[in-house]
């Protein structure tokens, strides 16, 4: 099953590409851009991903991002990705990222948007792995500074398949962004927002009301309110689950507790994601494989969310046609 399941054509709708910073490039990046990590070695990183809450991780994730300095910085860490991502089986990937922290570190917006840019260019030319840019709000930040961003790199606007909100969930409700996400809507730009993940199933539709999501990311505490599941259903509005990443930040306690199963049952449009990667267990394989260890699924349910994924996926028709085939012929 394992061999399978590399073999399965994916596609990852849930990556922030910060959060595939390996502690091995972490170090090679402090180094050449005269970072001081207060780590020792790759060793003590590592020690330091036992995370308690949301929260623990995002203070580890903030301070390794500041690793990333230059252009080629940025294309390193994506091209480090994507080799890891081809390994797995992936064909396709939509990669957030987070423009306020590096901003307010100096760097011009021109930095993260073209190193990621050029590394998607190659992965397709190296792998055949298409790919999608999502810019990621910080919640926990105030609305006026993503306004001013959404504003700021409007010469890049273009390039982008949408806009998302991730980050701090408790005390950030959706909401907050509603003015945001609107001048979004009339940009003309998608609109996606993590939701229901620490944060109350509330979030969840306060994300589709407030903000015109077409994609929520996570939703797995939509199950504590059975009227939203029914809309979720309705609207086959699509949840971009991680399951590593949930037991890693103690949403869960363990893979087999996950509502996954419950979401599936409940005929939700469900697709499986890595979320943050080096922090989280691995990729998109490591996520299939322990989702066929603790539920037993079978290959028709993976075939199905491989589906999921591929069907909700920013790509042309025919690219996704192509994809849908081989996942059928898997």
């Not at 070695?41 to 929260?55: C, G, P, T």
């Not at 930040?141 to 409007?154: F, P």
């Not at 996400?181 to 009339?186: G, I, M, N, P, S």
């Amino acid at each position: 099953m394992k061999t399978w399941l590399k073999a399965l054509p994916k596609a990852e709708l849930h990556l922030h590409i910060e959060g595939t910073l390996e502690p091995e490039l972490m170090f090679e990046l402090a180094a050449r851009n005269g970072v001081t990590l207060p780590y020792a070695s790759i060793d003590e990183v590592r020690a330091a991903y036992e995370f308690s809450n949301l929260q623990s991780f995002l203070d580890l994730y903030y301070q390794g991002m500041a690793v990333l300095h230059t252009e080629q910085d940025f294309f390193e860490l994506a091209m480090a990705y994507f080799d890891r991502a081809h390994a797995d089986g992936v064909v396709h990937v939509e990669l957030s990222f987070d423009p306020q922290p590096h901003l307010l570190r100096g760097l011009e917006p021109s930095v993260p948007f073209e190193g990621l840019e050029r590394a998607m260019r190659e992965a397709e030319q190296r792998y055949d792995i298409s790919s999608a840019l999502i810019m990621s709000f910080v919640r926990d930040r105030s609305a006026e500074e993503a306004m001013t961003v959404l504003e700021q790199t409007r010469a890049w606007h273009h390039r982008l398949a949408a806009i998302g909100l991730d980050s701090a969930e408790l005390g950030n409700p959706p909401e907050k962004f509603a003015a945001v996400f609107e001048r979004a809507r009339e940009l003309g730009i998608p609109r996606l927002a993590h939701a229901g993940e620490e944060g109350p199933a509330t979030y969840i539709s306060g994300a589709m009301d407030a903000l015109g999501v077409c994609r929520i990311d996570h939703g797995v505490r939509c199950l504590e309110d059975p009227a939203l599941v029914e809309r979720l259903k309705s609207e086959q509005m699509p949840l971009t689950v991680c399951p590593l990443s949930n037991v890693y930040l103690k949403v869960v306690e363990r893979l087999e507790n996950h509502p996954l199963p419950g979401l599936l049952e409940q005929g939700l449009k469900v697709t499986l994601n890595s979320d943050d990667p080096a922090y989280f267990g691995g990729g998109m394989l490591n996520n299939f494989i322990a989702c066929h260890d603790a539920f037993g699924w079978d290959q028709a349910t993976f075939r199905q969310l491989a589906r999921n994924a591929l069907e909700e996926a920013f790509m042309n028709d025919e690219r996704r046609s192509r994809l849908l085939s081989a996942v059928a012929n898997c």
